[in-house]
Structure formats: structure tokens, C-alpha cells
């Protein structure tokens, strides 16, 4: 019984090729750190937070109320919706309903930011040949690049690109 317990364990625990749950964790955590250097930025005396221990979803109303773009602009609500995959995928074992949730973040991200999706597919490789594959990218990887750029021009981080939009 334990030897089928622990192949369960390496087998929930080893990443699947084409599984976005390394990819989705990943991104959340860059977007985070996005949110969290737009404090310090835009408030008058951050450390005021230190140690306050907030939430994603708490970080992203303060970002969104101090921002001067409408707190209803589509990245903050994807931000929202990437938050929403990130949960289930770190709370649940075999999340109900991922792919269509997948595909509702992806056709929201393509659908409002106005950019159509790059076909995703093998990347060259400096390892090729080497025994190791090329990089795949699925859909959710190609538009979460697209969110976290967007979120970059948005914050007008220095990275990103040098105007965000109008008050929309």
C-alpha cells in the first residue's frame, strides 16, 4: 500500500509536459512582485505595510485603487482571473473544470488586449541535441506573457513599455 501512495506522490509532484501548473504558479508570483514594487512606488510611506502579510487579491485592490486607470480595466480583471487559477491549482489536488477555466483566461486576455495569440509551439533550444527538448508553450503561457507586458506598460515599469492607456 505505501509503495502506491508514494508513485501517486511522484506522479502529482513530477511535471507533465504541456501541464501550465508550473507556468500559472510562476507567472503569479511575477505579477506579485509587480503589484508589490507598484506600492512602493506610489505610496507615500510603504514600510507603514511591513509585515502586514496581504493577500494577492488585497495587493491588487490597493494597486487598483491607487492606480489612475479605471479599476474595471481588463488587466486588473484578468490579474483577477489569473489569481482565481492560481488558487485552484495550489488548493486543489485535481481542480474541476481547468481547461475550460484555461481557455476562459486565455480568450479573455486575447479578446481585450487586442493582440492576437501566437501559435504556440517548439522554441529553438540551446540544448537541443543534448537530450533535452525545445520549449512548448501552450496558449495560457503565450497570453500571460501578453498580460504580464501589458501589466509592465499599465505600471509604467521601467521594463515595460513607456505609456500606458487613457483613464479607461
Not at 508513485?7 to 506579485?32: C, M, N, Q
Not at 506600492?39 to 485603487?65: D, K, M
Not at 506573457?145 to 515599469?157: D, E, S
Amino acid at each position: 500500500m505505501a509503495d502506491d501512495s508514494f508513485d501517486r506522490y511522484l506522479k502529482f509532484i513530477t511535471p507533465v509536459w504541456g501541464d501550465p501548473t508550473y507556468s500559472i504558479l510562476k507567472a503569479h508570483l511575477l505579477v506579485e512582485e509587480l503589484l508589490r514594487i507598484q506600492l512602493r512606488r506610489v505610496l507615500p510611506h510603504p514600510e507603514a505595510l511591513s509585515g502586514s502579510r496581504l493577500t494577492f487579491a488585497q495587493l491588487l485592490a490597493l494597486v487598483r485603487a491607487c492606480s489612475d486607470v479605471s479599476p474595471d480595466y481588463w488587466c486588473w480583471v484578468a490579474v483577477a482571473k489569473l489569481n482565481k487559477l492560481r488558487n485552484m491549482l495550489s488548493h486543489e489536488a485535481a481542480p474541476t473544470n481547468m481547461t475550460e477555466k484555461l481557455d476562459e483566461y486565455v480568450r479573455y486576455v486575447v479578446d481585450n488586449s487586442g493582440v492576437p495569440l501566437p501559435v504556440p509551439g517548439l522554441t529553438t533550444s540551446q540544448n537541443e541535441g543534448h537530450g533535452q527538448p525545445a520549449a512548448m508553450y501552450l496558449p495560457v503561457d503565450m497570453a500571460t506573457i501578453g498580460l504580464y507586458y501589458a501589466l509592465t506598460g499599465l505600471l509604467r515599469m521601467p521594463t515595460g513599455p513607456s505609456t500606458a492607456p487613457e483613464g479607461t
